[in-house]
């Protein structure tokens, strides 16, 4: 395997998130579309879920306003006043999301904190798990409106999971062409979603408009004090009000903090609201209706077309699903914490438009599985949640440390200013951990292998480091060597890859050793990973010559970019170094890596790491070096 490009923090500037020459409103319709589409379709089945658990001996009325009581207040206080109000000013250059904040924390200490990467590496996994269980859940909880719906035929009950896993499976193939051509109706379809959302709710708040007594917490508060255990059981399922609340951070980097904010304040909020309003007063209109309040919801005049827009807007929400963890993936292969994977960009036009097909394939074999061993919404809403509440949970630790050292505020209010989320988060992981052998092992189980991989690749390419630096000899001294000793002297130019631009590349001294040749120009080339987002053209090229022979180049990408060698290597014509990239070599080298039980990781874990070089994208491709132009020099390694 070629030599991993390290990762360095870098003081680069950057945009504010991607270029937004479009207008203000038109960010917020696209934020609808795919910031929202999560927490959009939770009406589907939180409110289900939830009263299905206090049914027994509990009054309905009771049940009822504290139920709706507890979502309000999730929604205000998670969503509004955590996300909304504090966590979205904690933005790195314009990006969130777990990665984005653990480097923007890590880039703020004063050495890189073990602990803050741990944290950080536990919310990406969470993310994943989570990721698994959202297009399940919300198409099967949509297509399960076919049973309830008028002049349905006999038997359509059965259909839902063929239903659903053709949906998920359609969704699943289409991703290689990519969704830039679809994305403009994303916004549109989901505004829509949202004012049928408040138009039911208003339309059935008149079935009992003392609901309207459940925005008060005081029936929330009592409802879980009188209940015990169980309250703290349905305090699970109100949970599943607010999953979707994290899109709204790491998306901030595509629509910006403002439009988001707007949308949510001004659409998704209130439309949520009077949705669960409407939900509260059916049931305590019409006790009975608890098995199904949404669907119960909807007129028969309009239900085929209410129940197709759900089974649409849980699709975009799968969507949004999916390419968050396409997303995710790049920003973790460019922090050093996978191995090299292939990344397609789908559109030329559209940045964040990328494809990674070994994680698409991953993600259906993934949710299938899902669909075959729960086989309904309910079932599934046991595993859904938990990877949510501790990838919230990252969110407040990692903000505590960007409180404290970013924004250098005084120890006393850091903890202020997370303590009272922290217990939030808390209280919600530990009512989320009572499903856990009802099905939320599953996400955890699937998080902790997640984090092994992740945790391994790093320890394994950091003691690759340390051993090559370790048999390496340091440029510097190695420049004088040939001076003193001239090699036999070739024209073109060279380009060897290496992660650490003071020592001589693994390639170089193999080229030395056995062709005995050393070209007219040579190249001592590294890729940097920064902890911003993006890096300004301007900034993204380093050069620092060491003799006649020798310079070293320096190039750096943000974590959420895709490198690109031919590209930046133009820019060096700028920058006064010249070369022709078609009569250029450039040297790679490769490793062969061999498993020591006496040093290094755990056996078990250096076959892990050999099995994950192996199965890493091929570098040429990965930076898009022209293929007839390489050359491979292999060295033996134990790990």
Known sequence: MADQASVAPLAAEEPQGEARHEGFWALVLGSIGVVFGDIGTSPLYAMREALHHTRAGIGPEVAVLGVVSLVTWALVLIVTVK?????????????????????????????????????????????????IITPAMSVLSAVEGVRDAPGAPHGVGQLVLPISAAILVSLFVVQSRGTANVAKFFGPIMALWFVVLAALGVYHIADAPSIFRALSPHYGIVFLLDNGLLGFIILGSVFLAVTGAEALYADMGHFGRGPIQTAWLAMALPALLLNYLGQGALVLRHPAHAVEPFYRMVPDAVYWPVLLLAMVATIIASQAVITGAFSMTQQAVQLGLFPRIDIRRTSETQAGQIFVPQVNTLLMIGVMTLLITFRSSSNLASAYGIAVTGAMFVDTLLF???????????????????????????????????????????????????????????????????????????????????????????????????????????????????????????????????????????????????????????????????????????FCRKMGLKFDIMATSFFLGRRSVVPSATSGMPLWQDKLFIFLMKNAANPTDFYRIPPGRVVEMGAQVTV
């Not at 904690?90 to 984005?100: F, I, P």
Request: net charge positive; no cysteine.
């Open 83 to 131: 996300y909304v109000v504090f966590l979205m000013h904690a933005d790195n250059k314009g990006e969130g999301g777990t990665l984005a904040l653990m480097a923007l924390a890590q880039r703020s200490l004063p050495a890189r904190s073990g602990g803050v990467f741990l944290i950080g590496v536990v919310g990406a996994a969470l993310f994943y798990g989570d990721g």
């Open 400 to 570: 505590f440390v960007i409180v404290q050292h970013f924004w250098r505020k005084p120890f006393w209010v850091a903890v202020l200013a997370s303590a009272g989320f922290g217990v939030l988060d808390v209280v919600f992981i530990t009512s989320n951990l009572l499903k856990f052998f009802h099905g939320a092992w599953l996400p955890l189980a699937l998080g902790a292998g997640l984090v092994v991989i992740m945790w391994t690749w790093t320890r394994g390419t950091q003691i690759l480091g340390e051993k090559t630096r370790r048999d390496s000899v340091p440029l510097a001294e190695l420049s004088e060597i040939l001076k003193a000793r001239a090699p036999h002297r070739v024209p073109g130019t060279a380009i060897f890859l290496t992660s650490d631009p003071d020592t001589a590349p693994v390639a170089l001294m193999h080229n030395l050793k056995h062709n005995k040749v050393l070209h007219q120009k040579n190249i001592v080339l590294t890729l940097v990973t920064a902890e911003t987002p993006r890096v300004r053209d301007e900034d993204r090229i380093r050069i620092e010559p060491v003799n006649d022979d020798f310079k070293k180049l320096i190039i750096a990408y943000g974590f959420m970019e895709s490198p690109n060698l031919p590209k930046a290597l133009g």
